[in-house]
């Protein structure tokens, strides 16, 4: 099997063959016929340069692809090939996932009980669209602490990629490359992290992003990261990740299940559904050690419940009992059953692997209380597209 590449389309439905790309290009990677302007994989360096010019967007299209599209192939397209599902696929070899980011993704969406999917509805990902070879540079904007335990310490990262694209979904992570060498001299592997801004920026319109770091004792790209300073220029690779989307249908309802900065793509869902007007609502169960260890604490305050109804868990508050988000879900449990049953709910799950046992055990014994096998409806609801895991 060829290693999965990335490749630089045009989309034809878009494209108003005003030729200006072709112009551009450098290299003469462009090319068109009586039907379509296209690029030519074999010559394209991703240098960018056609991407501001076009005065549509349609260039700005990417895809992951075993093999590349042939010009002819292109010339004859009436629409762009929708993006292959290959997160997960070993990027060469059969048997085993030998890039690492794909094992990294496959390793932490495992939970799901099988190959995860995207739902039906949601939008169309890019990914892979900077590498460790040609990496996004971007700029840090701001960096804020978002806890006020010192043992616990986890920001709140923005980061601009200027005039660069890097079209993202929530639920997408990306890829930071510590800089440095290892011990071998070779550069250091991406760390992936969650983007905890909505897809058109942090800000409306910046198209700005964010991640929500938590410092890990001698962590190399933790540490990195949370010490960054306004104005820094970070490598960052992706965008990654093509199944654990949000819908895009209004009326889907989103229950939310994390700890610590599993809360990153939740935050994500939660502001992207707010500017869009989704009408579904979502339910959130958050867990931490106490309120000032859990990341968003202040600004998840003046979320309303008509938008996100909201259960904050404490395992360790001063004179009360320890409370873990499966025994929250546990005491929910008619309106956790209620939501199982509506097809309409989309369930996430996101933090530490830790977490999963005990979710999960929850999740058994309501669906029991209604006479299912906990197994088989998850299985269903991950085969629609409506139940996702990420825990690492
Ligand atoms: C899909 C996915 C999404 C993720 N999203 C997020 C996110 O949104 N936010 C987030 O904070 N993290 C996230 N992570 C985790 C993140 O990718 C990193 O694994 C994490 O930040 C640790 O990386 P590091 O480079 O700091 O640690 P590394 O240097 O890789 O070290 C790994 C571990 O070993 C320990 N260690 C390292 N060196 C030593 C030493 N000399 N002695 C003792 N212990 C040592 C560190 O404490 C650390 O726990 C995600 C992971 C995945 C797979």
Redesign the pocket.
């Known amino acids: 099997m060829n290693k999965p590449v990335k490749q630089h389309l045009i989309d034809p439905e878009i494209c108003i063959r005003c030729y200006t790309c072709e112009m551009t290009c450098p290299i003469n990677a462009i090319t068109h016929d009586d039907n379509n302007v296209v690029v030519n994989a074999d010559i394209c360096n991703f240098c960018m340069d056609c991407i501001p010019v076009c005065p549509t967007g349609s260039i700005d299209e990417w895809r992951v692809v075993q093999t590349p599209y042939t010009l002819e192939q292109q010339f004859e397209f009436e629409e762009l090939p929708e993006q292959e599902d290959i997160e997960a696929a070993p990027a060469s070899g059969d048997e085993e996932a030998v890039d690492p980011i794909a094992a990294?993704?496959a390793?932490?969406?495992k939970g799901a009980g099988g190959k995860a999917k995207a739902p039906l509805s949601a939008g169309k990902p890019t990914v892979n669209m900077y590498t460790l070879g040609k990496p996004a540079r971007m700029k840090v904007q701001g960096n804020y602490p978002l806890t006020r335990d010192p043992d616990h310490d986890?920001r709140h990262i923005i980061l601009d990629p200027g005039a660069l694209p890097f079209p993202v979904l929530e639920g997408q992570?990306v890829g930071?490359i510590?800089p440095g060498t290892d011990a071998e001299g070779k550069p250091?592997l991406p760390?992936?992290?969650?983007i905890?801004s909505p897809r058109d920026g942090e800000r409306a319109g910046y198209h700005n992003i964010s991640?929500?770091?938590?410092?890990?004792?001698?962590?190399?790209?933790?540490?990195?990261?949370c010490d960054l300073e306004q104005g820094a220029e970070v490598e960052v690779t992706g965008p990654?990740?093509a199944t654990?989307l949000m819908p895009s249908t209004a009326e889907s309802h989103l229950l939310l299940i994390c700890t610590?900065?599993?809360s990153?793509?939740m935050r994500a869902f939660t502001m992207q559904r707010q500017r869009s007007g989704a009408t579904g609502g979502m339910t959130m169960f958050f867990g931490a050690r106490t309120p000032d260890s859990l990341p968003y604490f202040g600004p998840l305050k003046k979320v309303p419940e008509t938008l996100l109804k909201q259960h904050l868990v404490f395992s360790r508050q001063p004179d009360q009992d320890k409370e873990y988000v499966q025994d929250r879900i546990l005491a929910e449990q008619d309106r956790v059953a209620e939501l199982l049953e509506d097809g309409r709910t989309h369930i996430y799950i996101?933090g530490l692997r830790g977490m999963e046992e005990g979710v999960e055990l929850a999740l058994t014994s309501i669906a029991e209380s209604l006479g299912q096998q906990w197994t088989a409806l998850r299985d269903a609801m991950r085969e629609d597209g409506r139940y996702h895991v990420?825990t690492?």
């Open positions: 990294l993704l390793e932490a969406h986890v992570s930071i510590p250091h760390r992936l992290y969650s905890s991640l929500t770091v938590k410092r890990e004792d001698k962590g190399l790209a933790s540490n990195y990261l990654f990740g654990f610590g900065t599993g990153a793509p996101c990420e690492y």
